[in-house]
Nanobody, 122 residues
Framework: QVQLVESGGGLVQAGDSLTLSCTAS????????MAWFRQASGKEREFVAT????????YYSDSTKGRFTISRDVAKKMAFLQMNRLKPEDTAVYYC???????????????WGQGTQVTVSS
């Protein structure tokens, strides 16, 4: 059983930076990929970024490309989301997720964290 725990959320001002962390627990944790999603109040959950666990290939949503950076630390079983030049529209609950098998995609994630709130004030 894999558990994912996000941390690092908070209240920031527009233009600020914030880094989210996701820590995985479990004796064996060798996902195919990890990803970040977000859900704003009253909206559907949306894909943010994903990274393959072994090779580190990345893919971003159009709204975060160039501002956000996803990374992982295999030894520590952690994933990160560095968020720069934050905007009020980035306000959402951010979720960490993992999938065990290909394809490298924005869907098919089977393990989820509980989420961490990010609020960006204007």
């Amino acid at each position: 059983q894999v558990q994912l725990v996000e941390s690092g959320g908070g209240l920031v001002q527009a233009g600020d930076s914030l880094t989210l962390s996701c820590t995985a627990s479990g004796r064996t944790f060798t996902p195919y990929a990890m990803a970040w999603f977000r859900q704003a109040s009253g909206k559907e959950r949306e894909f943010v970024a994903t990274i393959t666990w072994s090779g580190g290939s990345t893919y971003y949503s159009d709204s975060t490309k160039g501002r956000f950076t996803i990374s992982r630390d295999v030894a520590k079983k952690m994933a990160f989301l560095q968020m720069n030049r934050l905007k009020p529209e980035d306000t959402a609950v951010y979720y960490c997720a993992a999938k065990n098998t290909p394809p490298f995609s924005t869907y098919g994630y089977n393990d989820w964290g509980q989420g961490t709130q990010v609020t960006v004030s204007s």
